[in-house]
């Protein structure tokens, strides 16, 4: 069964990996070949990457890579968190990938602007010839819907998802197993709560007490030392000491 779970969440980790490089892996490449009507000396082709036409691509993939390596330490309930974000992200590049399918043309008009100088999406549109729609925006979308089934698998198996590895638990954690929590929470309940000012004052009088006290018990003790010392000097001269 631990083996089965760990399974599940190397699975759903690389699932969201491959996801998110795919995402941003199609943002480098050419989404769109677009011929145009030749304007002055312009070229009649314009080609615009998956970075122009989807600007938000690379940012949600990059998201998307640095939410696996964090999910893979992250204990229950950030887990669940880190999850939802998950879902998020992937919906956000599948949806930031079909617009631009879309509507190729408004996606590409700041490539063809910068290509031809004309402005104006009637203008474009009466300029544009043909457009070429690659693979590479499938992928993305491809890339969306893996991250957002490992966001929702990381839900689903979130009480059999087997925790971090020991090397990401802090130095305190306790050699019988225990988290590091509880051995932090043990240290604490044994340390001794320190003294007040009350305390202080109460400690010195049971000490002046006691001192007191002793002082009182050995009086009497050095008495009837003096007074044997006396009564033998009055035997050794022959006298009756109880007279």
Do not use: C
């Amino acid at each position: 069964m631990r083996t089965e779970n760990r399974r599940v969440k190397y699975l759903t980790l690389l699932a969201l990996l491959v996801g998110s490089g795919l995402g941003l892996l199609s943002a480098t490449q050419t989404w769109f070949t677009i011929q145009v009507t030749d304007v002055a000396n312009h070229a009649g082709t314009v080609t615009v990457a998956g970075s122009a036409a989807a600007p938000a691509l690379p940012a949600l993939s990059l998201a998307g890579l640095a939410l696996t390596a964090a999910l893979a330490i992250a204990g229950p309930a950030f887990r669940v968190v880190l999850a939802l974000l998950g879902i998020l992200l992937g919906a956000s590049i599948v949806y930031s990938a079909l617009a631009v399918l879309g509507d190729p043309l408004q996606a590409a008009s700041a490539a063809i602007t910068s290509a031809t100088g004309v402005a104006g999406e009637a203008s474009l549109r009466k300029l544009v010839q043909s457009t070429t729609t690659e693979f590479w925006p499938w992928f993305a979308v491809l890339g969306g819907v893996l991250v957002a089934v490992a966001g929702a698998l990381a839900i689903v198996f979130l009480r059999a998802w087997p925790g971090p590895s020991r090397k990401y638990q802090s130095r305190f954690a306790g050699e019988d197993g225990r988290s590091a929590e509880e051995t932090l929470a043990e240290l604490d309940a044994e340390e001794p709560e320190p003294a007040t000012a009350a305390d202080t004052e109460e400690g010195d009088e049971r000490e002046a007490r006691a001192a007191a006290e002793s002082g009182a018990e050995e009086e009497p003790t050095s008495l009837d030392r003096d007074s044997a010392i006396d009564s033998w000097d009055e035997l050794s001269r022959g006298d009756d000491p109880t007279r």
